[in-house]
């Protein structure tokens, strides 16, 4: 299988594409280690997989990270996946919520990649192959979007880390990429339209944005997490990987 042996851990996992990445990675082989704050979707992930094993982890506490790293030993694979949409301009972003979205989608990259990238590096001289993969999105240094001012420029700074770290270790066996998709179906996403003034008008808002005509599923995703975190992916380093559904044509 294409992640035989290799032990990976995806953050925020207990939903959305985190979780579908962590089961697509199992049934390639891998040894999972799932971490998200939402204990409940992590025990209905584990429940019946043994590939899998969960761990509470907030991904902006650094001690917890440090200690699991500490705990868990080396990893094949990364994949930070956690983040949050603020939807709104410049001018409906407080202090705080700016914060915010850059310590989550942000800083907690590169906590996580500090806490485990020494004992991954110690991997890599074994394996000659080590694998992170940083979430961005098509909306990000990529693409303008109307009311993702936080998100996208949180999201450009995850382009920015993940070409950093790539260009740092590309001669130690450690490949760094960001994955960028389109407008893709998942809890979360359900919940910016439930909460929209009109529902019904921005999920075909949100449609309309994929010249495709239709939102991505997780199961579009998914396949490019399990690329990106395996070793047919060893020439492919510092890049943005769009699966965008041709939002960027
Ligand atoms: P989601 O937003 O539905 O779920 C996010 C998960 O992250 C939840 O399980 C939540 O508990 C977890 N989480 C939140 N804060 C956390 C923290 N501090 N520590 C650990 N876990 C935490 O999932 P999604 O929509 O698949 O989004 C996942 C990632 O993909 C995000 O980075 C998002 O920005 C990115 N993304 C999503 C889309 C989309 O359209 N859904 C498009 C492009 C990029």
């Known amino acids: 299988m294409r992640l035989d042996g290799k032990r990976i851990l995806i953050s925020a996992a207990a939903q959305g594409i985190g979780r579908a990445s962590a089961l697509a990675c199992a049934a390639e082989g891998a040894s999972v280690v799932a971490v998200d704050i939402a204990g409940e979707g992590l025990a209905t992930l584990a429940a019946g997989n043994s590939a899998i094993e969960t761990h509470r982890l907030d991904v902006r506490d ?17 994949f930070n996946c956690a983040g949050f949409v603020h939807h709104g301009t410049i001018l409906d972003l407080s202090e705080d919520d700016w914060a915010f979205s850059m310590d989550l989608n942000v800083t907690s990259m590169y906590r996580m990649t500090q806490a485990f990238l020494p004992a991954m590096l110690e991997r890599a001289g074994e394996t000659g192959s080590v694998s992170i993969l940083n979430m961005a999105s098509m909306a990000s240094s990529i693409k303008g979007f109307v009311n993702r001012a936080a998100y996208g420029t949180t999201k450009a700074a995850v382009i920015g880390l993940t070409k950093a770290v790539a260009a740092d270790f590309v001669t130690r066996g450690v490949r760094c990429n960001a994955l960028c998709p389109g407008t893709v179906d998942t809890p979360s996403l359900r919940g910016r339209i439930a909460s929209a003034a009109d529902p019904v008008q921005a999920e075909k808002d949100f449609t309309a ?9 997780v199961s579009d995703i998914a396949p490019m997490v399990v690329y990106l975190l395996s070793d047919e992916s060893r020439f492919v380093t510092g890049q943005a990987m769009l699966v965008d559904g041709g939002v960027t044509i």
Request: glycine content about 12%.
């Open 62 to 78: 650094r001690s917890a990270i440090d200690a699991l790293a500490a705990r868990l030993g080396p990893l094949d694979g990364l």
């Open 209 to 217: 944005r994929q010249p495709m005509g239709r939102l991505a599923t």
